[in-house]
């Protein structure tokens, strides 16, 4: 079974532009979470969509959006990037939505550079 | 605590050490603890799941504990082999329903020297 695929693996991007992020979650699961790690911080939970539908929300400011279609795949667009927007961004898929105790399984995540 | 905190925050120790470290995370409205490893240029991977006070879970040499009461895990490592340095991460949910999303602590770096 393929695992949690992500892309792209790597981005350069400049202040003020706008990057789209993709990720496609293993086979069958309907629940995918992104997360943002930046150096000396742990995972900050950025959203989960589960079914299309947007679960919860981490402490992000709207510049931080995302989707989920209906073949479960989805995409975390940020806009007017920043600096601190540099980071690895993962995401992670559930059998099930958060709650119901069940593993995340993560895919290798984008690094996203922001100069 | 209002978040999950682990320690120590890195760990160093020989090959064939047992070694242990704790994750804190506040003792109401528990719901379920999850651990993972994150080995360098690889994905976290999940280790255990723990949802019951006093659950014990093991998988191989690795081995961990739930106290919901106090709100501690501890993971233990037998034996350590150089293949189990990782940063191993701990995850809880922020409430008593599991209808919000896991809340990661800052990991313990644990390094094996052979």
Same mark, same amino acid.
């Given at each position: 079974?393929?695992?949690?695929?992500?892309?792209?693996?790597?981005?350069?991007?400049?202040?003020?532009?706008?990057?789209?992020?993709?990720?496609?979650?293993?086979?069958?699961?309907?629940?995918?979470?992104?997360?943002?790690?930046?150096?000396?911080?742990? !995972?900050?939970?950025?959203?989960? %969509?589960? &079914?299309? $539908?947007?679960?919860?929300?981490?402490?992000? @400011? /709207?510049?931080?959006?995302?989707?989920?279609?209906?073949?479960?795949?989805?995409?975390?667009?940020?806009?007017?990037?920043?600096?601190?927007?540099?980071?690895?961004? !993962?995401?992670?898929?559930?059998? %099930?939505? &958060?709650? $119901?105790?069940?593993?995340?399984?993560?895919? @290798? /995540?984008?690094?996203?550079?922001?100069? | 605590?209002?978040?999950?905190?682990?320690?120590?925050?890195?760990?160093?120790?020989?090959?064939?050490?047992?070694?242990?470290?704790?994750?804190?995370?506040?003792?109401?409205?528990?719901?379920?603890?999850?651990?993972?490893?994150?080995?360098?240029?690889?994905?976290?991977?999940?280790?255990?799941?723990?949802?019951?006070?006093?659950?014990?879970?093991?998988?191989?040499?690795?081995?961990?504990?739930?106290?919901?009461?106090?709100?501690?895990?501890?993971?233990?490592?037998?034996?350590?082999?150089?293949?189990?340095?990782?940063?191993?991460?701990?995850?809880?949910?922020?409430?008593?329903?599991?209808?919000?999303?896991?809340?990661?602590?800052?990991?313990?770096?644990?390094?094996?020297?052979?």
């Amino acid at each position: 079974k393929a695992g949690v695929t992500q892309t792209p693996r790597y981005l350069i991007k400049t202040r003020g532009q706008q990057v789209t992020l993709s990720c496609s979650p293993i086979s069958g699961h309907r629940s995918v979470s992104w997360y943002q790690q930046t150096p000396g911080q742990g !995972l900050q939970f950025l959203f989960e %969509y589960f &079914s299309e $539908t947007q679960r919860n929300k981490g402490n992000f @400011p /709207g510049r931080f959006s995302g989707r989920q279609f209906s073949n479960s795949r989805s995409e975390m667009n940020v806009s007017t990037l920043e600096l601190g927007d540099s980071a690895l961004y !993962l995401c992670a898929s559930s059998l %099930y939505a &958060s709650g $119901t105790n069940n593993e995340q399984f993560f895919g @290798p /995540g984008t690094r996203l550079t922001v100069l | 605590i209002l978040n999950v905190e682990q320690s120590p925050q890195s760990l160093h120790v020989q090959e064939g050490d047992s070694t242990n470290f704790t994750c804190s995370f506040p003792s109401s409205n528990f719901y379920a603890l999850h651990w993972y490893r994150w080995e360098t240029a690889k994905s976290p991977e999940a280790l255990f799941v723990m949802t019951l006070n006093g659950d014990e879970k093991k998988k191989g040499r690795i081995s961990a504990t739930l106290n919901t009461k106090e709100g501690y895990s501890y993971l233990y490592i037998k034996g350590s082999q150089p293949e189990d340095s990782a940063t191993y991460l701990c995850a809880f949910y922020l409430g008593n329903s599991g209808n919000t999303p896991l809340v990661f602590g800052k990991g313990t770096r644990l390094s094996v020297i052979a």
